[in-house]
């Protein structure tokens, strides 16, 4: 049982069970970040596997929609594999591509690091049951890190949104708002890549292939059911940032119509206070109040019984 696995760390061959073999074969970043270099390697080792010229292409090109294709003698995956940065909280993404054969896996990523560590670990050190069985289930394993990393990812995230409640609730700011639509556009982006990804994986429980062993079958629905929770816990965190977006706006409303409120009351006791204000401040020549000694301090009098009565008459209401 043959296993090639191309990933960009330091050497180390390792023997399987049945004269297989598995080899982290390592390519320098620098020769790495060179395309025609990158391409020239990908379609050497695409000749030595027999495999399609479109399939060479899609794995250079590496903004393809995650997919599974069938081929005669072997199975072609493109999906996404994701890290995310604890200390930024940001999504980083790159293309994994995978090729299975009856004898062989070739695995194709980006970018140095990857999260298949606990798999080489389990394989180095002969655990599990993933040196007795077929290629197949190793294809297995490493797409169940790619989704149990989807589902890490998904609750990392899930916990910074329901903390953004709490802050809605006590002091809805601009930055708030910002957040709410961060994570809007990293769900979103989640849900594009991951449902695709359990849609080839249905496609993959249903398929009549040589390649995936009657033996692998129940952990390929497992796999489909890991999927499937990832895509529903997705689908609850975008309806709990739309109800946050909602209470967001509710609270920035409720806030404006306090303001408003105060705004209209302090108006309403001023329009009558205006209107005394006006007569007196007429410029005809005959005004009889104006002729009395203490005509002024009796209209403050006024003023200030008419702006305590309609104060009472506010509370008393409960609008204030």
Known sequence: MPVIFYCYKPPLPVRINGGGRFLDCSVSSKKLSSRPFRTSLIREIGQGFGLHALVLEDIVNTGQRPRMEEYDDYLF????????????GKIRSEQLSLILGKSFLLTFQEQPGDVFEPVRERIRKQKGRIRKVGIDYLAYALLDTVVDNYLFIIERLGEQIEEIENQILDNPTQEVL??????????????????????????????????????????????LDLSNQAVDAIDTYREMLTD????????????????MK??????????????????????FEYVPELKFHYSYFFMWGVMIVVAGFMLRFFRRKGWL
């Open 77 to 88: 995956f493109a999906l996404k594999m994701m890290s995310y940065d604890q200390s930024t």
């Open 178 to 223: 910002s957040s709410i639509n961060a994570y809007k556009r990293e769900m979103n982006y989640l849900r594009k890549t991951i449902r695709p990804v359990r849609e080839f994986i249905l496609q993959l429980s249903r398929l009549d292939s040589e390649i995936i062993q009657e033996a692998t079958q129940p952990f390929v629905k497992d796999l």
């Open 244 to 259: 946050h977006l909602n209470i967001y706006d509710s609270r920035v409303s409720n806030r404006l119509n306090e303001i």
């Open 262 to 283: 105060v705004l209209t009351i302090f108006s309403a006791i001023f329009i009558p206070l205006t209107f005394i204000a006006g007569i007196y401040g007429t410029n």
